[in-house]
């Protein structure tokens, strides 16, 4: 059975940096691509960035330039290393592999 689990979430000062990461359990890691969205209170969940199992990338407008998502395929993991972090940026993030969601893992900017 695959399972998500995130870690890395905080509290940020607004500028700051903060490295997210989802490990996955499973043989399943390697073949298929994952991505990570999150869900700021009252609004609906949003994707953020996804990576598929070839590396390729996408991003959110609101994020490009800031965040990156990167993969380990060794360590069954994914990241995601999110800078000049935002207010806006606040919210649960979770990430998604063929269908299966993690528990969410809080990032709140504040100073």
């Known amino acids: 059975q695959v399972q998500l689990v995130e870690s890395g979430g905080g509290l940020v000062q607004p500028g700051g940096s903060l490295r997210i990461s989802c490990a996955v359990s499973?043989?399943?890691?390697?073949?298929?691509?994952l991505a990570w969205y999150r869900q700021a209170a009252g609004k609906q969940r949003e994707l953020v960035a996804g990576?598929?199992?070839?590396?390729?990338?996408n991003y959110a407008a609101s994020v490009t330039g800031r965040f990156t998502i990167s993969r380990d395929n060794a360590k069954n993991t994914v990241y995601l290393q999110m800078n000049s972090l935002k207010p806006e940026d606040t919210a649960v993030y979770y990430c998604?592999?063929?269908?299966?969601w993690g528990q969410g893992t809080q990032v709140t900017v504040s100073s």
């Open positions: 998604r592999m063929v269908g299966v």
């Open positions: 499973g043989s399943i890691f390697s073949n298929n691509g």
């Open positions: 990576i598929t199992a070839g590396g390729y990338t």
